[in-house]
């Protein structure tokens, strides 16, 4: 599965962003496509995460105010965040990855959340 993100970018703090993921390849054996950030110095950790069937589950630290989805087109598969109420503490390189077999990453997106 190839995986292209977009959507990130620099924000005060309080503002939102939305971003996306499209999955191209082997998207009929997607299992799960999820969102994780490392910020610098830290290790990659999980954000969000949603199954085939639409079961989400977030990080403690996001939830009620990044949520989750996704949606099929055109022979892809989207996965979007939209992130409301941003902290400085946001602030990372955010990736998407798919599940099927294997685990595949995409090359990650800067968010950068100014106080």
């Known amino acids: 599965v190839q995986l292209v993100e977009s959507g990130g970018g620099l924000v005060q703090a309080g503002g939102s962003l939305k971003l996306s993921c499209a999955a191209s390849?082997?998207?009929?054996?997607?299992?799960?496509m999820g969102w994780y950030r490392q910020a610098p110095g830290e290790q990659r950790e999980l954000v969000a995460v949603?199954?085939?069937?639409?079961?989400?589950?977030?990080a403690d630290s996001v939830k009620g105010r990044f949520t989750i989805s996704r949606d099929n087109a055109h022979n892809l598969v989207y996965v979007y965040l939209q992130m409301n109420s941003l902290k400085p503490e946001d602030t990372a390189v955010y990736y998407c990855?798919?599940?099927?077999?294997?685990?595949?990453w995409g090359q990650g997106t800067q968010v950068t959340v100014s106080s």
């Open positions: 390849g082997s998207i009929f054996s997607i299992r799960s």
């Open positions: 990855n798919a599940r099927t077999s294997r685990i595949d």
């Open positions: 949603i199954t085939s069937g639409g079961s989400t589950n977030y």
